[in-house]
């Protein structure tokens, strides 16, 4: 079992035949629209109703955030209590070193900025400009977009 209040999770063992009641938990797709100070602002795009997220709620994942970006909320009794993002992400390459003519053979890799500020590790025939997948899980490069 999971609390996904605290994240810990418990094994526990249930006698055959008993039954345990389901928690109320949905999950809803909202686009992040902007920031609002320390707050991130997502909208439902049906009903054009906001959901606010603190930053600890976020976490660490506003590295991968960008505009527009349609991410899963989970809810349980109406508050959110989960947050995932695609698993992933296009972005623009804004900062990189040049690569030297002849590295595209060598298969190795350079730190390269990227729009919203995250850095990764790229192939050194990556240029400033284009866009890159990168998987959010890991925060490994894929390829080009």
């Known amino acids: 079992m999971k609390n996904y209040l605290s ?5 526990k063992t ?3 035949g008993s039954s345990i009641e389901e928690a109320n938990i949905s999950k809803e797709t909202k686009q992040f629209t902007y ?12 009903t054009y109703e906001e959901v606010r997220l603190n930053e600890s709620e976020v976490g660490d994942t ?30 623009k390459v ?7 003519r002849g590295d595209t053979a060598q298969g190795g890799s350079k730190p390269a900025t990227l729009e919203t500020g995250a850095v990764v590790n790229v192939p ?8 890159i997948l990168v998987d959010t899980r890991t925060g490994q490069y894929m390829n080009r977009a």
């Open 94 to 100: 804004v900062d990189v070193d040049p690569g030297l």
């Open 35 to 46: 920031k609002d100070g320390a707050q991130y602002v997502f909208m439902d795009l049906n």
């Open 124 to 131: 050194l025939f990556i240029d400033v400009g284009e866009t």
């Open 62 to 91: 506003t590295k991968w955030l960008k505009e527009g970006m349609d991410c899963n909320l989970l809810f349980w009794n109406g508050k959110v209590i989960g947050f995932d993002l695609p698993i992933t992400v296009q972005l």
């Open 7 to 11: 994240g810990n999770t418990v094994e």
């Open 14 to 16: 249930f006698r055959a």
